[in-house]
């Protein structure tokens, strides 16, 4: 079965760090570029960051640049998101997502970041 | 960046109407587009890539149609379930890029 399973979230005050998971089954995931999309509450989707397949090309949104760090690991299917140092209004549910023949979507990690 | 707008921001139907919804980019994207649903609570579920193929899975009553900057999504017999938000979104050049959202509710 093709999926994409985020762990991690959770509430963590200002300042604070998180480590997203993401699993991923059923598609070739070295192969495919991989990327991390939040929906602030009651808002709409944005793009965050993403990786190539082989790691060699990452990119960042400006809001989160020189804050959170991408990285995967093909051997055992996983990608990750560090994030360092939160602040209030990264609080929003953080999806994985993959481009397989259509796009791949996780059910998503809520972080809360509040003191 | 390439800016997805979307229209209308809401709009309310009635169970059997025919819906369309529409997607324009800042500048030509080819036919890099895709529509996805999402329910409150719920992840987004992936109805069309390159504008107009159906994921596998996704009933026929979705369809889409466009290329360079003008997009359009259609439902063409409004269903209970099929009430939601929908996002068009552009993966022909980075940062991927979303549309504000269509709230599709209840006539």
């Known amino acids: 079965e093709v999926q994409l399973v985020e762990s991690g979230g959770g509430l963590v005050q200002p300042g604070g760090s998180l480590r997203l998971s993401c699993a991923a089954s059923g598609f070739s995931f070295s192969n495919s570029w991989m990327h991390w999309v939040r929906q602030a509450p009651g808002k709409g989707l944005v793009w965050v960051s993403r990786?190539?397949?082989?790691?060699?090309?990452?990119a960042y949104a400006d809001s989160v640049k020189g804050r959170f760090t991408i990285s995967r690991d093909n051997a055992k299917n996983m990608l990750y998101l560090q994030m360092s140092p939160l602040r209030a209004e990264d609080t929003a549910v953080y999806y994985c997502?993959?481009?397989?023949?259509?796009?791949?979507w996780g059910r998503g990690a809520l972080v809360t970041v509040s003191s | 960046d390439i800016q997805m707008t979307q229209s209308p921001s809401s709009l309310s139907a009635s169970v059997g109407d025919r819906v369309t919804i529409t997607c324009r980019a800042s500048q030509g994207i080819s036919n890099y587009l895709a529509w996805f649903q999402q329910k409150p609570g719920k992840a987004p579920k992936s109805l069309i890539y390159?504008?107009?193929n159906l994921q596998s899975g996704v009933p026929s009553k979705f369809s889409g149609s466009g290329s360079g900057t003008d997009f359009t999504l259609t439902i063409s017999s409004l269903q209970p379930e099929d009430f939601a938000t929908y996002y068009c979104q552009q993966y022909n050049s980075h940062p991927l890029t979303f549309g504000g959202g269509t709230k599709v509710e209840i006539k």
């Open positions: 997502a993959a481009w397989s023949s259509g796009w791949l």
């Open positions: 390159a504008a107009s």
């Open positions: 990786i190539h397949g082989d790691g060699s090309s990452i």
